[in-house]
């Protein structure tokens, strides 16, 4: 069965980076969509970037671009979130989720309610 573990966050000042890692098992490695969501209090969960394994194309939300970077790890089935310049509306639980496809999405809906890890969370204050 699919696993996806995350692993990377904490407690970061404004203006700092930080880096999440996502481990996926289970699954058909050899082409996959891989994405990053995250989801705070009283808020709807919100594609931040996703990455087509199949041909390495990116999509990214607009609140995050020039500061966010998904990427695959040296291992294979790690996939890696870079996070920069964190703002405090970055506070949030960041999942990663996966579907075996060969593009890429951001809307939740796109991937099977049992692709999805249990959430890391990221805290960006002074």
């Known amino acids: 069965q699919v696993q996806l573990v995350e692993s990377g966050g904490g407690l970061v000042q404004p203006g700092r980076s930080l880096t999440l890692s996502c481990v996926v098992s289970?699954?058909?490695?050899?082409?996959?969509?891989i994405a990053w969501f995250r989801q705070s209090p009283g808020k709807e969960r919100e594609g931040v970037a996703c990455?087509?394994?199949?041909?390495?194309?990116?999509r990214y939300a607009e609140s995050v671009k020039g500061r966010f970077t998904i990427s695959r790890g040296n291992t294979r089935g790690t996939e890696l979130l870079q996070m920069n310049n964190l703002k405090p509306e970055d506070t949030a639980v960041y999942y990663c989720?996966?579907?075996?496809?060969?593009?890429?999405?951001?809307?939740?809906?796109?991937?099977?309610?049992?692709?999805w890890g249990k959430g890391t969370l990221v805290t960006v204050s002074s």
């Open positions: 289970g699954f058909n490695l050899d082409y996959y969509a």
């Open positions: 990455l087509a394994t199949y041909d390495g194309s990116t």
């Open positions: 989720a996966t579907v075996q496809i060969l593009g890429c999405d951001l809307a939740p809906h796109y991937y099977p309610a049992k692709n």
